[in-house]
């Protein structure tokens, strides 16, 4: 019991952390005059990856490199499977020119890429985390670029304009309240976490890929639906892809810089990565067909139930 209030309470602070530092974020880059474009495809992007970014550094570091990875690879499944899922079974979700021509391209290539890297060499090497931050500075820039073009209606996520009105001291404060959250939520989901895992007697890695990676998609989950409830426009493919490449990105990519990742549970390679790729690549399709920009209630259907199958499979 005492080990489900530490995971309950770590996914509670990574949520709460991750909302001071998204505040903090959006109003520090207000003050320092960066367009609310940028503020949208950069800094709520990052600061959105914030918990996945504390938990897998945190799992490297006190050598839990499973919990590390899965935690990516399971909060990447539940973004398709769970989150877009069940939102377009809410209502239908459409699809821009962006998806098709830029997003969906760089998430594939970000996926074969983590993919490559973890099969040569059962390791996330220091240079190769630097390739994947590379990578992720030249996807911003092309993204930015095209968006001041304005060729594309590029996505971006709802950014709010009373940050602008917020005083030094109180962006501090959050950002000082929100890094403190994220921290010691990181500790207590990873010590609960591998606690439940010795006590079931599963990996560390089911417990990341199942448990943390649903705990950490409850704010987009969340989101998303109330958005489609409210027959708003539903949280956008582009934002739940680019959250999938800031994943991939930038969590593994800073955490292998800070501490290289050893591959110690096989099922990552044989299973589990194969599932990411398998969610990620389905979009396209299901993009495309029957109509071209849309995603369908029964696609919905059709990428909750096979998450559920996956989270069967897993157990």
Same mark, same amino acid.
């Given at each position: 019991? $005492?080990?489900?209030?530490?995971?309950?309470?770590?996914?509670?602070?990574?949520?709460?952390?991750?909302?001071?530092?998204? =505040?903090?974020?959006?109003?520090?880059? *207000?003050?320092?005059?960066?367009? +609310?474009? &940028?503020?949208?495809?950069?800094?709520?992007?990052?600061?959105?990856?914030?918990?996945?970014?504390?938990?897998?550094?945190?799992?490297?570091?006190?050598?839990?490199?499973?919990?590390?990875? /899965?935690?990516?690879?399971?909060?990447?499944?539940?973004?398709?499977?769970?989150?877009?899922?069940?939102?377009?079974?809410?209502?239908?979700?459409? &699809?821009?020119?962006?998806?098709?021509?830029?997003?969906?391209?760089?998430?594939?290539?970000?996926?074969?890429? @983590?993919?490559?890297?973890?099969?040569?060499?059962?390791?996330?090497?220091?240079? $190769?985390?630097?390739?994947?931050?590379?990578?992720?500075?030249?996807?911003?820039?092309?993204? @930015?670029?095209?968006? %001041?073009?304005?060729?594309?209606?590029? #996505?971006? $996520?709802?950014? #709010?304009?009373?940050?602008?009105?917020?005083?030094?001291? +109180?962006?501090?404060?959050?950002?000082?309240?929100?890094?403190?959250?994220?921290?010691?939520?990181?500790?207590?989901?990873? #010590?609960?976490?591998?606690?439940?895992? %010795? /006590?079931?007697?599963?990996?560390?890695?089911?417990?990341?890929?199942?448990?943390?990676?649903?705990?950490?998609?409850?704010?987009?989950?969340?989101?998303?639906?109330?958005?489609?409830? +409210?027959?708003? +426009?539903?949280?956008?493919?582009?934002?739940?892809?680019?959250?999938?490449?800031?994943?991939?990105?930038?969590?593994?990519?800073?955490?292998?810089?800070?501490?290289?990742?050893?591959?110690?549970?096989? %099922?990552?390679?044989? =299973?589990?990565?194969?599932?990411?790729?398998?969610?990620?690549?389905?979009?396209?399709?299901?993009?495309?067909?029957? =109509?071209?920009?849309?995603? #369908? =209630?029964? $696609?919905?259907?059709?990428? *909750?139930?096979?998450? &559920? *199958?996956? @989270?069967?499979?897993?157990?």
């Amino acid at each position: 019991m $005492e080990n489900i209030l530490y995971l309950i309470g770590g996914l509670v602070l990574l949520v709460l952390g991750g909302e001071f530092l998204v =505040r903090a974020s959006v109003g520090l880059s *207000f003050k320092l005059n960066i367009s +609310k474009m &940028v503020i949208g495809l950069t800094v709520v992007s990052f600061a959105t990856s914030a918990p996945e970014l504390l938990v897998s550094i945190n799992a490297a570091i006190s050598d839990s490199p499973a919990i590390a990875i /899965n935690n990516v690879i399971g909060s990447n499944i539940a973004n398709i499977g769970l989150v877009l899922g069940i939102t377009a079974i809410i209502g239908p979700i459409a &699809v821009n020119n962006t998806f098709y021509k830029l997003t969906w391209p760089v998430l594939m290539v970000f996926s074969l890429v @983590i993919y490559y890297f973890l099969w040569t060499g059962n390791l996330l090497a220091r240079w $190769e985390g630097i390739i994947l931050i590379i990578g992720l500075i030249a996807f911003l820039v092309i993204l @930015i670029r095209s968006a %001041q073009k304005g060729k594309d209606q590029i #996505d971006i $996520e709802d950014v #709010d304009e009373t940050a602008a009105t917020i005083s030094y001291a +109180k962006i501090f404060l959050w950002l000082g309240i929100g890094g403190a959250a994220l921290y010691f939520g990181s500790e207590f989901l990873v #010590d609960g976490a591998k606690a439940i895992a %010795q /006590n079931l007697g599963v990996s560390e890695g089911v417990i990341s890929i199942t448990m943390i990676a649903i705990g950490t998609s409850v704010p987009e989950l969340a989101a998303s639906v109330i958005a489609a409830l +409210k027959k708003e +426009k539903a949280i956008s493919l582009g934002n739940l892809i680019g959250s999938n490449i800031f994943n991939i990105a930038s969590v593994l990519g800073i955490t292998s810089v800070i501490t290289e990742i050893p591959v110690i549970e096989p %099922q990552i390679l044989t =299973r589990d990565i194969f599932w990411m790729l398998g969610f990620a690549f389905i979009l396209y399709p299901f993009a495309y067909i029957p =109509r071209k920009f849309g995603i #369908d =209630r029964y $696609e919905g259907i059709i990428l *909750f139930v096979t998450y &559920v *199958f996956f @989270i069967y499979l897993v157990f």
